[in-house]
């Protein structure tokens, strides 16, 4: 199982970014891919979410309406639009998998990451 992260970038307050996971090595089966985020001196935490199984998006209440996840199946890539960004969604992001599971936002429940993508909103 790989996952491979990209689309960070720099970008000023209010602009958008578009992050994606492109999920390789699979087994068939259903996953749930989620998006977490790390800024310096904080906790990893869970952004958003897409599970494979019923197509459903979860989201953190702190990014609700600005953030839409989205899966390309026949790609196999999970993206994340990111719009109307603030200087607090500064992070390293982070995309994560987990076979066969139930949905969750808690970064404890993925086995599986891909490398981090830095994205940094200016004021």
């Known amino acids: 199982v790989q996952l491979q992260a990209s689309g960070g970038g720099l970008v000023q307050a209010g602009g958008s970014l578009r992050l994606s996971c492109a999920r390789s090595?699979?087994?068939?089966?259903?996953?749930?891919t989620g998006w977490f985020r790390q800024a310096p001196g904080k906790e990893r935490e869970g952004v958003s979410c897409?599970?494979?199984?019923?197509?459903?998006?979860y989201y953190a209440d702190s990014v609700k309406g600005r953030f839409t996840i989205s899966r390309d199946k026949a790609k196999n890539v999970v993206h994340l639009q990111m719009d109307s960004l603030k200087p607090e969604d500064t992070a390293v992001y982070y995309c994560?998998?987990?076979?066969?599971?139930?949905?969750?936002?808690?970064?404890?429940?993925?086995?599986?990451w891909g490398q981090g993508t830095q994205v940094t909103v200016s004021s």
């Open positions: 994560a998998t987990l076979y066969q599971g139930e949905w969750t936002l808690d970064p404890n429940m993925y086995p599986y």
């Open positions: 090595g699979f087994v068939p089966g259903d996953y749930v």
């Open positions: 897409f599970s494979d199984r019923d197509s459903n998006t």
